[in-house]
Structure formats: C-alpha cells, structure tokens
C-alpha cells in the first residue's frame, strides 16, 4: 500500500460544510472497561466537537472496537463517564435506548436483518422507535437509499446483494433514523476491494453534509482526506492524536511510528 | 514445416451435424434404471431381493385389506361371511370401522350432538387459517379470538354467559396493558394486566356469569367431561396444549436466555424438572395429585388437569428448541437491533424470534408431533382416548378379539394429522426461506 490509499476516490473532497463547532457532541471521562479482570480500555478521555470527523486506529486487539461500542452502550463500562448528546450513559434503560437511537453505527459485517426486505430494514427502527407512520418512513427511507445509490434493490433481501451493497443499506439504514452522530466499525474490512470505495464515497459524501463520525478504519487515505483527527489506540489505551497531516508525516510515538510504517508499507 | 503442418490444422465445416437422440440405452427410464437399480452387480442383486421383499409384504397384506369384510354385525358374523364365500387366507374385518367410527372418533358424546364437536372444528379452521396463512385477510383474526370461548362452550355446553364471562377478564387484562401504561408505567400495566384478570376470574367471573344466566337464561346441553373420548379428545388435548405450549416455550426460552438472576433460574428449574420426568408421571400427578394441593371446593375438571399438564410439558420441549434457535442467531443481529434503538420487546418480536423461530421450525414440529401422539397415553389415567375406545369396542362381546382392524385405522387417522402438520411446516420453511446465509 502506498502512502494514499489506493481506494480514495477521484472526487475533491469538499470540506465547505464539514465545519466543526464547540458543541460538545461525546465525552469520555477518564473511562475504563474490563473483560472480566483483562483491564481493555484504561483512562481514555476524549471529547468530539459536533461536526467532527474521527478515525481511529491501531493494531488488532488494542480495544478500537470496544471503545466506539461503549459509546452506544453495546459494551458496558466499568469506570468514568460517557455523556453523549448531553446525556449521560447509565444503566437506564430508557437512557440507553434514546442515545442509540440518536447513535447510528454500523459493523463490519453490516447486521442487515436477514428475514426483511431491504426497505423494511430501513423502515423498522423509524416506525417502532420513531413512531413515523409507515408511508412517511417508506419515503424517507426510500431518500436514503437513493442518496446511498440503491434505490433499485428496496425490494430485496440482504441475502442477494453483494457485500458493498448490503454496506451502503447499512449506511442507509442508520440514517433513517436521523442520527446526530455515525460510528463505524471497520465497516470496509470485510469487503473486496472494488467495494471499498463505494462504501468509502458514501462515507465521504455523509462527511461533507457535516455529519460527526466516528470511525475505526485502516483506510489511510479515507483518514487523509475527510478526517479532522486522527486516533491511534495501542493496548486500550490513547497512544497518540493529531491532525491526519501531520500524524501520517510526522508521528511522535515510537508504536505509532512502527504502526503506520507497517500498515503504509514503507 | 508450416505448409505441411496448415494443412492438418486448417479446418472448414461444410454441413452441420444435426441434433440426434442420445442412444436408447441413454434416455428415459431405461437410463433412470440402469443409474439408479443396476449401476453394479451388488445393486443389482439388491434391487431384486428388494423388490422381493416388497412383493412379499404385499402378497400378504393386499389380500386381507382390500378383501376386507365391511358389512357384518360382529366378528364372528365376519368369520361367516368369510368361510360362506370359500376364502381360504384371513381377512379383514372393517365392519367394525363401519360400526363403530362414531365411537372412535366422538367417544360418548351423544349423537344427536355431533354437530357440536364438528361445528367447532369447523370454527378451529376458520380461526387458525389467517394465522397459518399469511395471505387470509386479517380481519379473520376475529374468529381466532372468540374462537376458544366459542369452541368450549359448544362442546361442553352449559350457559353461554359462563365463556363470556370468562373471555371478559381477557378484555380487563388487555384494556390495563393498552391504556393503563400512562397511569401505572410498563412494569406496572403488565403485572395490573395479569393480577386484576386472575382476581376477577378467581372472585367475580362465576358469579357474574351466574347473575346473566339468571336474568337472561341461553345455554344449551351441558356434556360431562366424562363422555368426550376418541378423536375428539385427542385433538382438544393436543390442539389446546400446541396452541398454548408454543408462547409459553418461547416465553420459557427468553427466561432462559434472560441476564436477570432470578427469572434465568425459574426458567432452567422449569424446563429441568418438567423435561427430566416422565410425561405419564405428570398425567398420574394431574389426575390424582393436583387435588390434594386444590382446595376441596374447587373441583377442577380432569380433562382441563391434562391439558395443563401436556402443556406444560411440551413448553419446556419447545422452550429448548426455541433455545436452539435463538444461540444459532449471530451476535450480529441482537446488535443490529440494539444499535437502532429498539427495546428488548421489541427487538425480540421484530428481529430475533422471526428468526429463531425459523430456524427452529422443524424441531416445532416435532415436539408438536410428539406431543400429539402422546395424548394416547392419557388412557392410563382413565381418560377414554382412540386406543382406550378400542379396548372399549373389545369389551363388547361383539367386537371381542379384533386389534388390528382398529388399530390400523387409529394409526391412519393420527398419520393423516401428524403428515399434514409435517408437511405444512415443510412449506412454511420454504415460504420463510429468504434466500440468506
Ligand atoms: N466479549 C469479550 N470478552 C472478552 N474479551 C473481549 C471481548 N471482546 C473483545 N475482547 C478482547 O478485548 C480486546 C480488544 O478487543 P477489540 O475488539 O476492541 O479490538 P480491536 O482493536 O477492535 O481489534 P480488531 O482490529 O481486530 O477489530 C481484545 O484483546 C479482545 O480479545
Ligand atoms: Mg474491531
């Protein structure tokens, strides 16, 4: 792999709208998570300004994934505090249900429920958690699908279509709930790679319009072009973070320089 | 070289072979056999005893069944009959079908009364049909809800105002879940939804239903438990314990599943104990022992015991298949489902079990199948099912000495139940199949 990745798209990002305001969108306190006595994520802290666009990265095991998936409560922690959208986390379930619903995420291996169409999955959340009359979240959901470029295939089921189309209906699907903040969860890496960059322009696409994302991710050259910080995790902890340009050129930590030169292949 | 060598190479066809048959020996079922009967010498020799075998079983079965006697009076009448048109190997006597279906099937409901078990049946139909087949208009959703009520009072009879009583505290139980989650909360609306019916039905149900039937008397013949056997009891006992087994597993199954401590160990201690004794074990106990743990002036009729009991039994079967299910279910999906919000209710309904349950269909049916056939063994407990009617049949000095006849058309009328119940699961599996994974 070179130094850009070979996924980035043709077009000029345009960063007129990927403004970043003072609004805090998540806060990370001094947080900590066990797996029974393995200590996985230790002393994060972290704040994420509304409209920002985070990648991180790190080697396997080092806790990436847990961490973006406390901040929708699918894991939960044992120490500090998480408050995102100015509430806080706790073991509220009414509390855990609104911020999911606020929090879209998406996997590596997408989650599309087998058994429903392609429409009904992107209808489901809005007309049970939403109450969205069904014709109205059809429509919306239907705008989503056209903005992901598979408007074509409602009528499916996730079963017949391939692996970067059941991505970008993940994609879709989140975003029929309207969410104020994405996380992803390495969502290219299960993918071949011409699908890599459909997923990655509808990534790019979703970061121009302002969105604040939250992304675990090895495409380098994704982080270069949308990202406004760049987080390397290394044994459940923060190693290091800084603007994508100088975080790739000039890397302070050792593990971060030793990472990046594995993963760019210098 | 290359001159010499172009002119074995170059090649122009002039006419076209045209589209022949394959040779005889290719096609057809002289293909099919040679492929499937005689592929080698040891399949071959294995075809021949085969068919032998078959033959065999034949020559000996064919006779007696298709030149079965069907009209005589006993089974010594049917040994005449025989012996006067010089039949020299046995016979079958389904004049005792001829005689005595009504009994088999109905056991000793009156006669002039037969319309009120088959009017239910009908009723049974109409009411599972929507929910067996998706396409059916919902509005027969209706039927399946009075259903129950409708059913029991036909074939028990008595005062109508009694089931209208009854399915009432239904009504209170689903008036406190929709509207009273405002007033008292989820938890609150739920535990209101299941104490204030129990309490009705407990205190108020009998003599509400008393008071109606006083000012405005409808009823019609009331039937002792006692009378109901054959087929009838069979398919009441089977089809109220599949129909209330099912929610009841999948309930058991979630508890089971569930993180909170103490409803996770009810459910294991449920399913444990239930599963680990015999099911005629739990029919001796409904039958002899639920009435010292009853108070004495409540009598509770020991049909209704059985079906308690069947069911019971069967959900714990279901609750490990449902369990099946649901542990085959990615972590994927629970998440998928978490990340958009939606609560474990819903969660359940919407993505997991549609799933779960899928997946676990066959084994469903099984149990379901299992379960069915299992309401013979209420004859032990003195309950007058299709095999304890054929010992009854016996007891006439007419019918004295005659098994098979009987028993085949026991084995049929269970075979065409448990087959069509097979075979609707079948096609359900293929309906549901979405063409994922
Ligand atoms: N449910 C779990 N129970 C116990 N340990 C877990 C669990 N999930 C993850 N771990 C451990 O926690 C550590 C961090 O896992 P995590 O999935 O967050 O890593 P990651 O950085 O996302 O790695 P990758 O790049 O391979 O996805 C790993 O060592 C993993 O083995
Ligand atoms: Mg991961």
Redesign the pocket.
């Given at each position: 792999m070179t130094e850009t990745s070979p996924y980035a798209t043709d077009h000029v990002v345009d960063r007129s709208h990927m403004k970043v305001s003072d609004e805090v969108a998540i806060e990370i306190n001094n947080m900590n998570k066990w797996?029974?006595t393995?200590h996985?994520l230790r002393d994060i802290d972290l704040t994420v300004y509304r409209g920002e666009r985070i990648v991180i990265c790190?080697?396997?095991?080092?806790?990436?994934?847990?961490?973006i998936?406390c901040v929708n409560a699918l894991?939960e922690h044992q120490q500090g505090k998480i408050v995102v959208d100015g509430t806080e986390l706790s073991n509220d379930l009414k509390n855990i249900d609104k911020i999911r619903s606020e929090v879209g995420m998406c996997f590596?291996h997408f989650n599309l429920f087998p058994h429903l169409t392609i429409l009904e999955n992107c209808t489901l959340a809005p007309i049970w958690v939403r109450k969205t009359p069904k014709r109205e979240a059809e429509e919306t959901a239907m705008h989503f699908l056209k903005k992901v470029k598979i408007p074509e295939q409602a009528d499916k089921y996730p079963g017949q279509l391939s692996g970067g189309q059941q991505q970008r209906v993940a994609i879709a699907r989140s975003l029929c709930m309207r969410p104020r903040i994405m996380l992803f969860?390495?969502p290219t890496s299960a993918l071949d790679p011409e699908m890599i960059k459909e997923v990655l322009d509808t990534m790019i696409e979703l970061a121009e319009e302002g969105m604040t994302m939250l992304c675990?991710t090895h495409e380098m050259g994704f982080a270069r072009q949308v990202a406004n910080r760049v987080i390397f995790?290394d044994a459940?902890q923060i190693v290091e973070q800084n603007e994508p340009e100088p975080f790739f050129t000039n890397p302070q930590s050792e593990r971060t320089k030793l990472f990046l030169s594995q993963i760019l292949g210098h | 070289m290359s001159d010499t060598h172009a002119q074995s190479v170059q090649f122009v066809r002039g006419t076209m072979i045209p589209e022949q048959d394959p040779p005889i020996t290719e096609k057809g079922a002289l293909k099919w056999m040679r492929e499937n009967l005689f592929s080698s010498w040891l399949n071959a020799i294995l075809t021949v005893l085969s068919l032998y075998v078959i033959y065999w079983v034949l020559a000996h079965i064919l006779p007696w069944t298709v030149g079965g006697i069907w009209d005589a009076e006993s089974l010594s009448q049917c040994r005449d009959i025989r012996d006067a048109s010089g039949i020299d190997y046995n016979v079958a006597c389904w004049a005792v079908i001829t005689d005595r279906w009504h009994q088999l099937l109905f056991g000793f409901y009156p006669s002039e009364l037969y319309w009120r078990p088959i009017l239910a049946l009908i009723i049974f139909g109409a009411a599972i049909a929507p929910i067996l087949f998706e396409t059916l208009p919902r509005k027969m959703l209706i039927v399946s809800i009075a259903a129950p009520f409708l059913a029991y009072w036909l074939l028990w009879g008595g005062s109508v105002w009694g089931p209208i009583a009854v399915a009432f505290g239904f009504g209170i139980g689903w008036a406190i879940v929709t509207y009273g989650e405002s007033l008292l909360g989820a938890l609150g609306a739920i535990i209101g939804a299941i104490v204030v019916p129990v309490l009705y039905w407990l205190f108020l149900a009998g003599p509400v239903g008393a008071a109606l039937q006083a000012t405005l008397p409808i009823g019609i013949a009331q039937i002792g438990s006692n009378q109901f056997g054959g087929f009838m009891l069979a398919i009441i006992i089977g089809v109220s314990a599949i129909v209330l087994s099912l929610p009841l597993g999948i309930l058991l199954a979630l508890g089971r599943q569930s993180d909170l401590f103490i409803i996770n160990k009810c459910s294991v201690i449920f399913i444990e104990v239930i599963r680990g004794v015999p099911l005629i074990v739990w029919l001796f106990t409904a039958s002899l022992l639920l009435n010292y743990f009853l108070p004495p002036e409540v009598s509770f009729d020991l049909m209704l015991r059985v079906i308690i009991m069947v069911t019971l039994f069967a959900s714990a079967y279901i609750a490990e298949v449902v369990r099946g299910g649901l542990a085959a279910l990615p972590r994927g999906q629970y998440e998928g489902a978490d990340s958009l919000g939606l609560d474990y209710w819903q969660a359940m309904r919407l993505i997991i079990l549609p799933q779960a349950l899928k997946i676990s269909i066959p084994g469903i049916v099984s149990t379901f199948i299992g379960l069915f056939k299992d309401t013979t063994l209420v004859v032990f407990i003195g309950l007058l099912d299709p095999i304890g009617l054929s010992q009854a049949i016996r007891a006439d000095s007419a019918w004295n000495g005659i098994y098979w006849e009987l028993f085949i058309f026991i084995g049929l009328c269970f075979f065409i139940f448990c087959f069509s119940m097979s075979q609707y699961s079948q096609w359900l599996e293929r309906k549901l199949n979405t063409g994922h994974r």
């Open positions: 797996f029974g393995f996985v790190g080697p396997s095991g080092s806790g990436k994934s847990t961490l998936r894991e590596q969860d390495e675990v995790m459940g | -």
